[in-house]
C-alpha cells in the first residue's frame, strides 16, 4: 500500500532558527498536503500543493512538490515557540473512489526552546 | 463556518460502559472520517463515509466499535462495551476534495 515516510521524527530548534522536514513516498502522488497539530487539538491545513514543483508559502512557512512527486519539503524559517507541535504530510490514495481517504506520514514532532 | 464539532471533548468512563462520540461536519462537505490517535500507533483511519453512505470500515478495529451518519449534518461513533485500550484521541475530520479538515477531538479515558 502507500506509505508516506517522515523525517526527522522530531526536532529540538532554538528560536530564531530555520526548520527544514521532508516526506517521500515510494508511490507517485498528485496531491501533497501539509497539516500542524498543536498540543491539544486537532491537525489544521497548512499547505496544498497540487502541481509537480510547485513551491508554495503561508507566512514563514514554505512547501516544496517534488518533482518527482514522490517527495515533498516543508521549512519553516525564523521559528517561534508556538511553532510547537507535530507536523503531517499527507496524501490521497490513489484510485478514482478514495473519496477523499489520505495517507498521512507518522509525523514530525517540533520543539523550539525559547 | 464554525468548522467541524465534536462533542463530547473529554469523555471518563468505566470498563464495560457504553462510549457515544458525535460529529458535526462543515456544511456542504460530502464526506465525514473517523481516526483515532494513539502514542504507539499515531493517527488511524477507522471509518469513513462519503454522501452518509459508509465506504470502508476496514479500520474499525472489532465489533465493539460502530459508526453511523444518518444525515449529511451528524454522524457518531459508538463503542460498546468500552474497554481501557480504548483510550485515545478520536477525531473526526469532513472534506469535500483532497482537503480534511479537522474537528478538535474527543479525548476519551477509560479506566
Known amino acids: 500500500g502507500q506509505q508516506l515516510n517522515q523525517s526527522p521524527q522530531s526536532m529540538f530548534i532554538q528560536e530564531g532558527e530555520d526548520v527544514s522536514m521532508n516526506c517521500t513516498s515510494s508511490?507517485?502522488?498528485?496531491?501533497w498536503l501539509w497539516y500542524k497539530q498543536d498540543p491539544g487539538e486537532g491537525p489544521v491545513l497548512l499547505i496544498a500543493l497540487y502541481k509537480a514543483g510547485e513551491l508554495t508559502s503561508n507566512g514563514r512557512l514554505t512547501a516544496q512538490f517534488g518533482i518527482t512527486r514522490k517527495d515533498s519539503f516543508l521549512n519553516i524559517s525564523a521559528s517561534i515557540p508556538s511553532d510547537v507541535g507535530i507536523y503531517f504530510c499527507?496524501?490521497?490514495?490513489?484510485?478514482?473512489?478514495?473519496?477523499?481517504?489520505?495517507?498521512f506520514g507518522q509525523g514530525t514532532i517540533l520543539t523550539v526552546h525559547p | 463556518d464554525a468548522g467541524v464539532i465534536q462533542s463530547p471533548r473529554h469523555e471518563v468512563t468505566e470498563m464495560g460502559q457504553e462510549v457515544t462520540l458525535r460529529c458535526k461536519p462543515i456544511s456542504g462537505h460530502n464526506s465525514l472520517f473517523w481516526y483515532r490517535q494513539t502514542m504507539m500507533r499515531g493517527l488511524e483511519l477507522l471509518i469513513y463515509?462519503?454522501?452518509?453512505?459508509?465506504?470502508?470500515d476496514s479500520g474499525m478495529p472489532e465489533d465493539r466499535f460502530s459508526a453511523k451518519m444518518p444525515n449529511a449534518s451528524f454522524s457518531t461513533l459508538k463503542i460498546q462495551p468500552s474497554e481501557p485500550r480504548d483510550s485515545a484521541v478520536y477525531f473526526c475530520?469532513?472534506?469535500?476534495?483532497?482537503?480534511?479538515?479537522f474537528g478538535p477531538g474527543t479525548r476519551l479515558t477509560v479506566l
Open positions: 499527507a496524501g490521497p490514495h490513489a484510485g478514482g473512489t478514495s473519496y477523499g481517504k489520505l495517507t
Open positions: 463515509f462519503n454522501n452518509n453512505v459508509p465506504i470502508d
Open positions: 508511490s507517485i502522488f498528485n496531491t
Open positions: 475530520a469532513s472534506s469535500l476534495s483532497h482537503e480534511q479538515f
